[in-house]
Structures are given as structure tokens and as C-alpha cells.
């Protein structure tokens, strides 16, 4: 007979807020004494094999639509309802759209815009490298995947501020005030709308090499992607793909400023670019976890979780399990053995995006690793609250010795 979740002896486990040490340390000390904590919400999984089994249980849905339910929101439509994303279906609808986007983004998709991502980096470095100093997140993380989402997408570089400017108002939706905020989230999501509508019917009278015209010609190749659905993906992709390659770009580079000895190493051998990334969004990852709801009555490892019980996924906790990684912390860029890391989560929602986001990450960090050597912190990084968000540093100033 399952234990009912709620009458578990178990540790109590609320990160938010805490600094990152202090976070970690909070995760490990309740892993060790259960598989299971206890947060404000619900509950929280701590061990990869449970992360993983969580996010693979088809039973468990995606958290994030409760915020998609919320009243406000709910009202706020033209025809009353919205548009659902991909990262909250389930079912059917989810494995069919995955199905017919999974080729546009295979890792050779993602390596078709490397040329432009060397471009774009390179020229943010460029800016401040001759100052031998500068703040990492404004100066190079911020701006630098919006060029390649709009190059991905197709939309010209003069467009790229407009971009921006939706992908700043769209992300509104997660800061708390949605009473206040819905004006400028409804009028970023209908511009964006119009625009993407507008680039669709383009390429259907001109095809070029870009994700729309790959989505479209899925669309001719029978089962059919609507007009609806490509927007959809469109914005999916600008709201998942910008504020966490920032992010990670600047948690990896703050975890190479603590080790000196990497950042020499991946100077000097660029070809352990995967592997670096691998290892800094294990050891620091800058999604610290998601969360799931149980979509009936669900027994899992003997314990009942009732319909409706919140199950927070721990990925920071996973990438630190000692059952999954030896000497989980250790930071090596050489690291072969152990497990995936998990930041880019797990089953049917794992991270579309993912092929792009390593090739991001694997462009950048050799390059600024080799122009910015002797890298050391110029003053205190300044993190963002801890949260099971996306998250990193919200100032990152730097020093380094000037390279060509
Ligand atoms: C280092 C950067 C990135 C990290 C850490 C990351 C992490 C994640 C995680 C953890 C999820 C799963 C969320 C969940 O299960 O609740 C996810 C989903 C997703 N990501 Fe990423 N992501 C990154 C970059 C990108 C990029 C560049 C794109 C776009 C090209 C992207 C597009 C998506 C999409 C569309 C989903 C939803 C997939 C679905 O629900 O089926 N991500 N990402």
C-alpha cells in the first residue's frame, strides 16, 4: 500500500534566496537523508535517477502552465483563449509538433550558423578587448544570442532591437506583476505576431535557408504545420533560446574565473570546447530546476502524489548526485566519465534547443578564453536571487590581459 506523499518523515528543502554555495549545500544535505524533500509549494527531487524519472513520467505535466492558467491571463486573449506553447502540451499534440520540428534543430542545423555566431561574439569581444577589462553580461551575454535566434529564424539584423525589445517585454510574464505588466506582454505578443505572420507569408512566395522556410516545407510534406503553430514555435524559440544561453554563458565564465588553471587549458586546447561546456553547465547550471504537477493520483517509488501535487525537479541537485558523477565537486573540462549533465532537462520537454545552445556555448568560451587570458574578477560578481529558474550572474566584471 503507497504512502500518502504529505505523511513522508522527510527534510525540508526552500532554496530561494540563498546564496550559491549556501544552495548547494541545502540540496546535499537534504539528498542525504531522502530521496524526497519538502519546499513551500510541494515536494523536490534531488537525485538524477529520480530527476530523471519525474520529467520521463508522462503523468507528471509541465508546471509552467499553471502560470499559461492564471486569470489574468486567461481573459487577456482577443478570441479568450491563448495560443498554449510547446514547453506546456503533453500528449499527442506535444510528440507530434516535436516530430515534425526535430529536424530543424539536429546539431547540423545548429552548425550551419557557427559562421554567424564567430561573427557576433567575435565583434562583442572586439568592443572591449583593448580596455582589458570589462562587465561580461552586459558587454558580450546579453547581446549575444539575439542576432542568432533572428538568424535562425531569418529576420534581418536591422530587426534584431525588435526583437530584443519583445523578448524583454514577452519575459514579463514570470516577474510576479502580471496585473501591471499584461499591456506591455499583450502588445509585445501581438507585434510579434504581425511580424512573424508577415516573414511566413514571405517565404512561402520566396523560400530561403532559414527555420521558417524548413518549417514550411514540413508543412508541405503532409501532416501540416499551421501558420498558428510556426508563430508559436517562433516565439518558443526567442522566449527559451535568449535569457538562458545569456545566463549560461555567464555562470560558465564566472565558474572559470574560480579556476584559472581551465581557462588556460581551454585557451590552449580549444578542442575541449564540448566537453567545457558539458562540465560548467553541469557544476553550474543556469536552469537550477523545473517543476511538474501530478496530472492524476500518482504512485511513484511507493509514494502517493495526489492529483494536483507540485514536484519540483532539482537539476542543480542531479548534476551534484555522487551516485551519477565521481567527485561530483570537482570542476574538469577533461571529466569523460558519468552521466549527461541535466541542465537541458529530460524526457518529452527536453531542451529543443539544445544542439544550438552547446554550439553557442562552444563558440564563445574557447574564443573568450583565448582573448581574455589571465581572467580574474574585476570587483564582486553581483548573482540574481536564487530561485528554480533561470538564473546567473546579473553583473560580471572582469580583468584580463589584452589579446589579438
Ligand atoms: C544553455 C541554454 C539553454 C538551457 C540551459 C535550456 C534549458 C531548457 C530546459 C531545462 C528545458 C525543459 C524545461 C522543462 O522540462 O520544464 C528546455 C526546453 C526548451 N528549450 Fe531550452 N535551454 C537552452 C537554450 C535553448 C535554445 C537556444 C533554444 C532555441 C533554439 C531553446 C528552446 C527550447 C524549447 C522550444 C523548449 C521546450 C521544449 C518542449 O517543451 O518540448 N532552448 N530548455
Not at 34 to 48: C, D, I, P, Q, S
Not at 107 to 131: F, H, I, K
Not at 371 to 395: C, H, Q, T, V, Y
Request: charged content about 25%; hydrophobic content about 45%.
Amino acid at each position: 500500500m503507497a504512502q500518502l506523499v504529505s505523511e513522508l518523515e522527510i527534510p525540508y528543502l526552500d532554496v530561494v534566496g540563498l546564496q550559491r554555495q549556501e544552495a548547494i549545500e541545502a540540496i546535499e544535505a537534504a539528498r542525504a537523508v531522502h530521496w524526497l524533500a519538502r519546499n513551500e509549494l510541494g515536494y523536490t527531487v534531488t537525485r538524477l535517477a529520480d530527476v530523471t524519472a519525474v520529467l520521463r513520467d508522462q503523468r507528471f505535466h509541465s508546471g509552467l502552465s499553471i502560470i499559461e492558467q492564471s486569470p489574468e491571463l486567461q481573459g487577456s486573449s482577443p478570441g479568450g483563449e491563448r495560443r498554449e506553447s510547446i514547453l506546456t502540451m503533453e500528449g499527442a499534440g506535444h510528440a507530434r509538433l516535436r516530430r515534425l520540428v526535430a529536424p530543424a534543430f539536429t546539431p547540423a542545423s545548429a552548425n550551419r550558423l557557427r559562421p554567424t555566431m564567430q561573427a557576433v561574439v567575435g565583434e562583442l569581444v572586439d568592443r572591449v578587448v583593448e580596455r582589458g577589462a570589462c562587465e561580461l553580461v552586459a558587454d558580450v551575454c546579453e547581446p549575444y544570442p539575439i542576432p542568432i535566434i533572428c538568424e535562425l529564424l531569418g529576420a534581418p539584423p536591422e530587426d534584431w532591437k525588435l526583437f530584443s525589445a519583445w523578448a524583454t517585454d514577452i519575459f514579463r510574464i514570470f516577474n510576479n506583476n502580471l496585473a501591471e505588466d499584461l499591456p506591455l506582454i499583450e502588445r509585445a505578443d501581438q507585434e510579434l505576431t504581425a511580424y512573424m505572420n508577415d516573414m511566413i507569408a514571405e517565404r512561402r512566395a520566396d523560400p530561403r535557408d532559414d527555420l521558417l522556410s524548413d518549417l514550411i516545407a514540413v508543412e508541405e510534406a503532409g501532416d501540416r504545420l499551421s501558420t498558428d503553430e510556426m508563430t508559436m514555435l517562433a516565439q518558443a524559440v526567442l522566449m527559451a533560446g535568449t535569457d538562458t544561453t545569456r545566463n549560461q554563458l555567464a555562470c560558465s565564465v564566472a565558474l572559470f574565473t574560480e579556476h584559472p588553471d581551465q581557462w588556460a587549458l581551454l585557451a590552449e586546447r580549444p578542442e575541449l570546447a564540448p566537453r567545457a561546456v558539458e562540465e560548467s553547465m553541469r557544476y553550474l547550471g543556469a536552469v537550477r530546476g523545473t517543476a511538474r504537477f501530478a496530472s492524476e493520483d500518482i504512485v511513484y517509488r511507493d509514494v502517493l502524489f495526489p492529483r494536483g501535487t507540485l514536484v519540483v525537479t532539482s537539476l542543480a541537485g542531479a548534476n551534484r548526485d555522487p551516485e551519477a558523477f565521481e567527485e561530483p565537486d570537482v570542476f574538469d573540462i577533461t571529466r569523460e566519465r558519468g552521466s549527461a549533465q541535466m541542465t537541458f532537462g529530460a524526457g518529452i520537454h527536453f531542451c529543443m534547443g539544445a544542439a544550438l545552445a552547446r554550439a553557442e556555448l562552444q563558440e564563445a568560451l574557447p574564443l573568450l578564453a583565448r582573448r581574455m587570458p589571465d581572467l580574474a574578477r574585476n570587483g564582486d560578481i553581483e548573482w540574481k536571487p536564487s530561485s528554480f529558474g533561470i538564473w546567473g550572474p546579473a553583473r560580471l566584471p572582469l580583468r584580463f590581459t589584452a589579446a589579438a
